[in-house]
């Protein structure tokens, strides 16, 4: 049987999440790194939309939503995460269609000029960002550490590549203001063999090469 191919670019929050669904899983696959910038025709007669995270499975089947990608490496391994699916779905698609766009405005102000001046976006986008961050923490508070109870879910390994992103954006305000829960709580996944293993730098595929096979041990 052909390895499952995965379309991905390293920084990409939604690849990220991806590839951490892959991990944790424990599939092997073929890994394709591109640039957003020079998209692979290749991944583009798979998926004409252009984004990532691509997954071309060994049946051929295109799955180009991030979320799916999770939900694929998870049935595949049958990970019991399954079992979390269905609670962390409102979360995923908070993060996705809320938080998401306010995080582009923290750290794109500027690709936004029918809003305001620059500085205004970006005050605006971390006062919304802020109220996400309430939500989010309240959740680790009340469920032991983590937003559906005290072992991850597939909510947390949808939202902390995101969280990450906005930490990034100013790491000093991001030290200063975040509740220490919720610095926890991410730190609990960028300090993990797993988070270390999946941002391991890799050149980019170039057609014809030989394949990139990723999660072997």
């Not at 583009?44 to 071309?56: D, H, M, Q």
């Not at 766009?101 to 809003?115: A, F, G, S, V």
């Not at 970006?122 to 989010?136: H, I, N, P």
């Not at 926890?184 to 030989?210: H, P, R, V």
Request: aromatic share 10%; with cysteine.
């Amino acid at each position: 049987m052909n390895d499952p191919i995965l379309y991905s670019f390293r920084r990409c929050p939604y690849a990220m999440r991806a590839r951490m669904a892959m991990r944790l899983a424990g599939l092997q696959y073929e890994h394709r790194e591109i640039l957003l910038r020079d998209k692979p025709q290749k991944m583009l007669e798979a998926s004409p939309k252009g984004t990532v995270p691509v997954l071309i499975t060994p049946s051929g089947t295109v799955v180009d939503e991030s979320l799916d990608v999770m939900l694929w490496a998870l049935a595949e391994s049958q990970h019991p995460m399954l079992e979390t699916v269905a609670d962390s779905k409102p979360w995923v698609m908070e993060n996705d269609t809320v938080f998401k766009p306010q995080l582009d405005r923290y750290k794109y102000p500027n690709r936004y000029p029918d809003e305001g001046d620059v500085e205004a976006v970006r005050e605006q986008a971390l006062t919304e960002s802020k109220k996400f961050f309430e939500k989010l923490d309240d959740a680790l508070t009340q469920n032991g550490g983590f937003i559906l109870g005290d072992q991850s879910s597939l909510a947390d390994i949808a939202l902390f590549p995101f969280v990450r992103q906005f930490s990034k954006v100013d790491e000093d305000l991001w030290s200063k203001t975040a509740s220490e829960k919720l610095k926890s709580w991410l730190n609990c996944f960028l300090k993990s063999d797993d988070f270390k293993y999946i941002m391991t730098k890799y050149d980019l595929w170039q057609e014809g090469q030989s394949p990139l096979i990723v999660g072997i041990e």
